[in-house]
């Protein structure tokens, strides 16, 4: 499949355990945030998103937090399943900025079965 | 309904030629997006077209150049290709660029590999 990144950070979990992936953003005057999954061979996909007037937003088996005061988003996925590896990227959005995306450099999940 | 769907899949080309890429974003959506993805960048914003205007632009040298028809396909040319322009181009389409939570939702992409 397709490489989307080779020396991503990694992160090994078992399958069942909690996994938390993290993001630092640089732009305070960003206004919104996006978890995106992509796995190989297939573009990125939609995960969760989270408005910054909001520090915390669940979904199914996923978890958005974000700090703004250290400009840190983190993506909990809880009972981490195998179709769960794949590359997860954070991205950043601002008002009047149109569909203009900024995205982290990505962290490279593994689920052990 | 059917996705975003890029095409070539995959393309060679010789340093010095030119290529383009085709996006069809998913139907009745008017705004299309394009990045750059590779190892040592990442994924990087290129351009973004809505209504047949560029609305934003990325930090690309003018090689790289995008248009959009009245039917919402979008092409991006690259010019003068550099052994650097290889990379997979990702191509994202929304309903419109109005809105802050507007999803965006991205075809495979085309692995541009240039020699």
């Known amino acids: 499949g397709e490489s989307v990144g080779l020396h991503l950070p990694t992160l090994s979990v078992q399958e069942g355990d909690n996994s938390i992936i993290n993001c630092a953003y640089s732009?305070?005057?960003?206004?919104?945030f996006i978890w995106y999954k992509q796995e190989s061979g297939k573009g990125p996909q939609f995960i969760i998103d989270?408005?910054?007037?909001?520090d915390k937003r669940q979904g199914q088996r996923v978890t958005v937090l974000l700090n703004k005061t250290v400009k840190h988003l983190s993506l909990q996925i809880a009972a981490t399943q195998p179709g769960d590896s794949a590359v997860y990227f954070c991205?950043?959005?601002?008002?009047?900025?149109?569909?203009?995306?900024?995205f982290g450099g990505g962290t490279r999940l593994m689920v052990k079965p | 309904k059917a996705g975003v769907t890029q095409t070539p899949r995959y393309l060679i080309k010789t340093r010095g030629q030119q290529v383009t890429l085709s996006c069809s974003p998913i139907?009745?959506?008017?705004?299309v997006s394009w990045y750059q993805q590779t190892p040592g960048q990442g994924l990087q914003f290129l351009f973004e077209?809505?209504?047949?205007?560029?609305?934003n632009k990325g930090n690309f040298p003018g090689r790289f150049s995008g248009r959009q028809f009245s039917n919402s396909r979008s092409e991006m040319n690259v010019s003068t290709l550099e052994l650097g322009d290889s990379a997979l181009y990702l191509c994202?389409?929304?309903?419109?660029?109005?809105?802050?939570?507007?999803?965006?939702?991205f075809g495979q992409g085309t692995r541009l590999t240039v020699v």
């Open positions: 077209y809505f209504s047949e205007t560029q609305r």
């Open positions: 732009n305070s005057a960003s206004d919104y």
């Open positions: 994202a389409s929304s309903l419109t660029p109005g809105t802050l939570n507007t999803e965006a939702f």
């Open positions: 139907s009745g959506h008017r705004s």
């Open positions: 991205a950043e959005k601002r008002n009047n900025a149109g569909n203009m995306l900024t």
């Open positions: 989270i408005r910054s007037n909001m």
